[in-house]
């Protein structure tokens, strides 16, 4: 299983931009990037996945490396309700939903 | 109304009890999961089912126990509990990920805390 690598914690204002990289430089081909986040007390949820072009949704936006050996997921602008664990995973097409959670990056959000 | 709901929520018991923890989806999805997150809070799966059939079994102790009655229900029997059994069990559902369109993503429950003394 591909693996990814994230920092273990990052700090924003609250209304700032936040950029969460990850790297995963022995991607494949098939893996897509997906990322999801914990909040506290709460089990993980979706937030965005993509494959080799830049996403956006309602969340957040996935800015994919052209190489794929890394990605930046962007919250355009932190609330507080925004901290969290946020995850960063390589998922394969047609996984069986395995997903491989590594420690995350804990998101803190200061006022 | 929630998704994918599980109880109880939290269950303290003593070591060599059975206990069960249930889990049940409304989003008419095939696929359910265990998965379990310990006290460093790295989250690991347990077992998948899909449409009542076992398709992930990750080397869990035989003690551990997934039944799916139904394709929205999938419960989670622990028998002759352990110490190191104590952690946060989370269950999820999702529909199948082939890489375009739908992200195929999971939707977990908010967890059930087992505490084992």
């Known amino acids: 299983d591909a693996k990814t690598t994230q920092p273990n914690s990052m700090e924003s204002n609250e209304e700032e931009p936040v950029h969460l990289p990850c790297n995963h430089s022995?991607?494949?081909?098939?893996?897509?990037i997906h990322w999801y986040r914990q909040l506290p007390s709460q089990g993980p949820e979706y937030v965005i996945h993509?494959?080799?072009s830049n996403v956006n949704n309602r969340m957040a936006s996935l800015a994919i490396a052209e190489d794929r050996k890394s990605s930046t997921l962007i919250l355009h602008r932190a609330t507080l309700r925004d901290a969290a664990v946020y995850y960063c995973?390589?998922?394969?097409?047609?996984?069986?939903?395995?997903?491989?959670f590594g420690q995350g990056t804990t998101l803190q959000v200061k006022p | 109304d929630t998704a994918v709901s599980q109880t109880p929520k939290y269950l303290v018991t003593q070591m060599g009890n059975d206990k069960s923890i249930k889990c049940e989806q409304n989003l008419g999805h095939d696929t359910m999961y265990w998965y379990k997150q310990d006290s460093k809070k790295f989250l690991k799966i347990m077992f998948s089912y899909n449409n009542k059939e076992l398709i992930i079994n990750e080397t869990v102790p035989n003690r551990f126990s997934p039944k799916s009655p139904d394709k929205a229900h999938l419960n989670l029997h622990i028998n002759s509990l352990e110490l190191g059994d104590s952690a946060v069990y989370f269950c999820?559902?999702?529909?199948?990920?082939w890489g375009q369109g739908s992200a195929g993503e999971l939707f977990f429950g908010e967890g059930s805390r087992l505490t084992v003394l």
């Open positions: 999820a559902s999702s529909v199948p990920f």
């Open positions: 022995t991607i494949s081909g098939t893996d897509y």
């Open positions: 995973i390589l998922r394969p097409r047609s996984n069986t939903g395995k997903l491989i």
């Open positions: 993509g494959l080799t």
